[in-house]
């Protein structure tokens, strides 16, 4: 991004305060004129917000104004998992989500609303759209796709692996995602319903009454869905278990591979060094 991009847009941070009392940072990257759209970007598994900032400065080039959510238990966030502090997807998806949703209505009120996120991200946005469609005018997810084990290669390895790790979990009191090379410092109840839904194929979460695979086939926002030819984190099969959830919606089925990004390796994590080919397609594709 060149010089005057950067000095195009507006960075800022927001406090965000969710209903239980846990406190993150909202990033919000803006055209300095008035953005005609927004999106509400959802993170990986352990990844922090800030790794999204050249990516969020490609999209506010564009006149999209971003705004980055920040995970319970990473980055900016307040709390860290352990013995003492556990969640699941029902505080992501009842509590977090929905304050960094308050706070950027707030401030873009009339602006259209997009949500969108990588990988874990793309799926957790699916599903605050399946429980809350009122606003939001699309889905936009970037090497995505359902965990579902049948949907990967080594699918018995992937398999034993859903099984252990809520063990692991409750043995260490947390998911040690960076001593395994997968996730974070993950909350028990987070990975116990990750892990179900690679287990079986379908959505469900713990104190969470609501059929999620009904809201989801409800989904009537367009689609953009983003996937990268060497990702063995998120394989065609994947994806389309994931879509196949959203009969109602448009969808639009993008893949990239290394030279749509430039040189760089078109797998799960490298799309991040090239966030300027990825904001074009997503651009370019828009409804």
Request: hydrophobic share 50%.
């Amino acid at each position: 991004m060149s010089a005057a991009d950067v000095q195009d847009l507006r960075e800022s941070i927001v406090p965000v305060v969710a209903a239980d009392g846990a406190r993150a940072e909202l990033m919000l990257v803006e055209p300095v004129v008035s953005a005609r759209e927004i999106m509400l970007w959802l993170p990986a598994l352990g990844v922090a917000a800030r790794n999204y900032l050249p990516f969020a400065r490609a999209l506010a080039s564009h006149g999209v104004a971003v705004a980055l959510h920040e995970w319970r238990g990473a980055g900016s966030s307040s709390v860290r998992a352990g013995r003492t502090a556990d969640w699941g997807y029902r505080a992501l998806l009842l509590a977090d989500i929905p304050a960094s949703l308050a706070a950027v209505r707030e401030r873009h009120a009339t602006a259209r609303l997009r949500i969108g996120g990588h990988s874990l991200g793309g799926q957790l946005a699916a599903l605050t759209l399946a429980l809350a469609p009122t606003g939001v005018a699309g889905l936009v997810l970037v090497a995505s796709g359902s965990p579902y084990w049948r949907c990967f290669g080594h699918a018995w390895l992937i398999r034993a692996f859903y099984a252990a790790v809520p063990a692991i979990a409750a043995t260490r009191g947390y998911f040690p995602g960076r001593s395994l090379g997968f996730g974070g410092r993950e909350a028990r109840g987070v990975m116990a319903d990750w892990s179900r839904s690679g287990r079986t194929g379908r959505y469900a979460a713990a104190g969470i009454g609501a059929d999620l695979e009904a809201c989801l086939a409800r989904i009537t926002s367009p689609v953009i869905a983003l996937r990268f030819a060497d990702d063995w984190l998120g394989p065609a099969a994947s994806l389309e278990w994931l879509l196949r959830k959203l009969p109602a919606a448009p969808q639009e089925t993008i893949l990239l591979g290394r030279s749509d990004l430039g040189g760089v390796a078109a797998d799960h994590f490298s799309w991040l060094n090239s966030p300027r080919k990825v904001a074009q397609a997503i651009i370019e594709n828009q409804t």
